[in-house]
């Protein structure tokens, strides 16, 4: 009994390591590090007109496969406070999944923009009223990603159809709208 436990010790050793004359050539080449960060300005999207974007890449267990989770913001003050003022903001968030093991990479998601704008202003009593609107519009995405391996810069482009129940922010139900971004990944 002590010596087949010992041949059964033995064996699992002999063969739990991993062959390198296995393995394709491919694999046996450094990989290069997965960037799971980004940081991006998008011009157009679905956060209005220009926003600032953090982005982090998880890879699926799909091989070339990764889920990219977006938010971004845009925040834009008008007026002063004694005749009144006005502020808009856009705080898009997303998740997206990145397809492809070549430089360009499909790019489908879905996501929410929050919208909302407020201020004040000074009624006929010049006294000071203000007023505050809120309102979340659905998001689609199409798009692509391009980034030459092992370099941290991207673009990506896209079309992001706004998609909204209440007709306030834009006068249709949808509403075709495209993006592009130039961003860095670390």
Known sequence: MKNAFLLFCLF????????????SAPETGAVPDLYRNSIYLEIGGNGGLLTLN????IPLAAPHKML??????LFVPSGSRQTGYDYEFYLPLEVSVLMGKRAVKLELG???TI???GGSYLNN???LESYHRLEALSVLRVGGRWQKPGKNWFVRVGFTPVLQENYTVIPYPFSPWAGISVGYNF
Do not use: D, M
Request: net charge positive; aromatic share 12%; hydrophobic share 40%.
């Open 68 to 73: 990219a989770l977006r938010v971004g913001g």
């Open 54 to 57: 953090y982005e982090r890449l």
């Open 115 to 117: 919208f909302g704008n």
């Open 12 to 23: 699992c050793i002999a063969f739990s390591g991993r062959s390198f004359a296995q393995i």
């Open 125 to 127: 009593g010049q006294q």
């Open 110 to 112: 879905l996501g929410t």
